[in-house]
C-alpha cells in the first residue's frame, strides 16, 4: 500500500511536470486521426471528394486526476474541384493547462495524373493557453516560481503541409506550428519551443473481397525535446459501411475502434485504449467517440481515399 501511494505521487508530479513542458508540442494526438485531420496537415483541407462536418471528444487515462480531456469541432469544404477550406475548433485541459485554439486551412490540389494528386496548403491560427501553477501543490513553501500562473494571452501561429494521393494511396508531411509560443509574464524559451517538430503519416485501402476492404496507416509525430510518437493503426470495413480493428500507440497504448457509416451520410465512431507502460497500475482505460456528418457529393466521381478509415 505504501509504494502504492509512493508511485502515485510520483507519478501526479510527473504528469504535470511533462504537461507543462510538452503543451505546445501541437494538437493532442487521436485514435481516430479522420476526425482530427485538419489538425493533422492544413493540405487535407478540400482533399476528399465531398464536405463535412465532424466532432470528437476524448476522455484520456480515466481515474487519474488532470488527465487530458479534449474535445474537437471542424468543418472540411471541397469550394472547388482543385481547392478546399478547412476549419478547426478545439478545447484541450491537461494538468494545470488550458487550451483553447482556432483554425483556418486553405488547400490547392494539383492533379499530376489521371491517378494521382498533390495537395499544398497552409493554415491560420489563433490560440489562449494558460498553466494554472497556482493550482499545483509543492513541497516547497511558498515557490516563488509558482506564485502566478503562466498565460499566452491571444497568439498567432501559422503552419504548412503536403499531400500525395490517389484513390488507393495516400502520404502527408506538415509543420503545424512555424512560430514560438511566448507567455506574457514569463521567459519560457529554454522549456517550449514549438517551430521544431513535424507530422508525417501514410496509409492505403486494399481490397481483400467484395465486402472487406483493408485501410492500415502510420501517423509519426516527432517534437524537439518530447518522446518520439508512432501510431499503428489497421482498419477493416465490411460493406463499407461498418469499420473495425485495432490501433497501438508506440510504448503507450493499444486499443480498439468501431465505426457505422450510416447511408454514407452520418457516421459513429467509437475508440477504446489500454495503456500498455506503467499507467495502467492507476489508469486502465482512456475513451473517444467520434461522429460526422457528410454532405451529398455533386459527383460520383472520386479521386480521394478514405483517410485513415
Not at 124 to 144: A, K, Q
Amino acid at each position: 500500500m505504501k509504494n502504492n501511494k509512493i508511485f502515485n505521487c510520483v507519478l501526479a508530479i510527473t504528469f504535470s511536470c511533462s504537461a507543462f513542458v510538452t503543451f505546445t508540442q501541437g494538437d493532442p494526438n487521436f485514435r481516430q486521426n479522420q476526425f482530427n485531420i485538419l489538425m493533422l496537415n492544413p493540405a487535407q483541407a478540400g482533399a476528399n471528394s465531398y464536405s463535412e462536418i465532424s466532432a470528437l471528444a476524448v476522455n484520456q487515462w480515466v481515474g487519474i486526476p488532470g488527465a487530458p480531456k479534449t474535445y474537437t469541432a471542424s468543418g472540411n469544404f471541397k469550394v472547388m474541384d482543385n481547392f478546399g477550406v478547412g476549419v478547426a475548433l478545439l478545447g484541450d485541459q491537461y494538468g494545470p493547462v488550458n487550451l483553447t485554439k482556432s483554425d483556418i486551412n486553405l488547400a490547392y490540389h494539383l492533379k499530376l495524373s489521371e491517378n494521382w494528386k498533390f495537395g499544398l496548403g497552409i493554415r491560420m491560427s489563433i490560440s489562449n493557453t494558460t498553466v494554472n501553477l497556482t493550482e499545483l501543490s509543492t513541497i516547497v513553501d511558498n515557490d516563488p516560481y509558482m506564485q502566478s500562473n503562466l498565460r499566452t494571452g491571444i497568439a498567432f501561429n501559422a503552419g504548412f503541409g503536403g499531400l500525395l494521393y490517389s484513390k488507393k494511396f495516400y502520404a502527408g508531411f506538415a509543420m503545424p506550428q512555424l512560430a514560438k509560443t511566448n507567455f506574457l509574464n514569463s521567459n519560457m524559451t529554454n522549456f517550449v519551443d514549438t517551430r521544431k517538430g513535424f507530422i508525417a503519416y501514410v496509409g492505403g485501402c486494399f481490397k481483400l473481397n467484395n465486402r472487406l476492404d483493408l485501410r492500415p496507416n502510420i501517423v509519426s509525430r516527432y517534437v524537439s525535446g518530447t518522446p518520439y510518437n508512432l501510431d499503428v493503426n489497421t482498419i477493416l470495413s465490411f460493406n463499407k459501411n461498418f469499420d473495425f480493428g485495432v490501433t497501438y500507440q508506440w510504448q503507450s497504448g493499444l486499443g480498439a475502434i468501431v465505426g457505422y457509416d450510416i447511408k454514407q451520410k452520418f457516421y459513429v465512431g467509437y475508440s477504446f485504449s489500454y495503456p500498455v507502460n506503467q499507467l495502467n497500475r492507476v489508469t486502465t482505460q482512456t475513451h473517444e467517440l467520434a461522429l460526422r456528418f457528410r454532405f451529398p457529393q455533386k459527383s460520383n466521381r472520386s479521386q480521394s481515399p478514405r483517410f485513415f478509415i
